[in-house]
């Protein structure tokens, strides 16, 4: 499997809890590399405008507004497969449903503040990585 990058969010219910280091630990733990990284806030807009594909789904809204309520991690991992990689390590959206050691199992508080986000796939990582990160900034 060729070495890709894919876009992580560590999401305001964990950046309140203080665990992006616990966080982070996983991804190293897992092989993944963080290539590049910075915590900053989202404005609602924004976060609508990421989480676009969503627009028609009934919780939008709450999703927005959770994700514009405190400072988020945005982070470019690269490894081998790291799309693939990156949801294993992250677990199932719902952390009732995540395998044990998965980040949503032990980290998120329910399906919605579920701590990390991951691309799903390349083509939408290539998106996402270029939403938030300048060629300047990612140095590998
Ligand atoms: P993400 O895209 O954040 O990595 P995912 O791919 O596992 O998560 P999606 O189906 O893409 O899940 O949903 C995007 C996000 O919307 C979820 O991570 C979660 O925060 C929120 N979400 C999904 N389903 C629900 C729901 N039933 N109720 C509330 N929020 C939800
Ligand atoms: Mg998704």
Redesign the pocket.
Known sequence: MATERTLS?I?PDATRRNLTGKINAKFEDAGLRIVAQKRIQLTKAQAEKF?A??SA???FG??TE?MASGPVVVQVLEGEGAVLKN?EV?G???PKDAAPGTIRAEFAE?????S?????APETAAEEIAFFFSGLELVG
């Open positions: 969010i999401k989480y594909v969503h789904r009934p919780f709450e999703l959770f949801r992250m199932a959206t719902n329910s399906v919605g503040e579920n990390v986000h991951g691309s799903d």
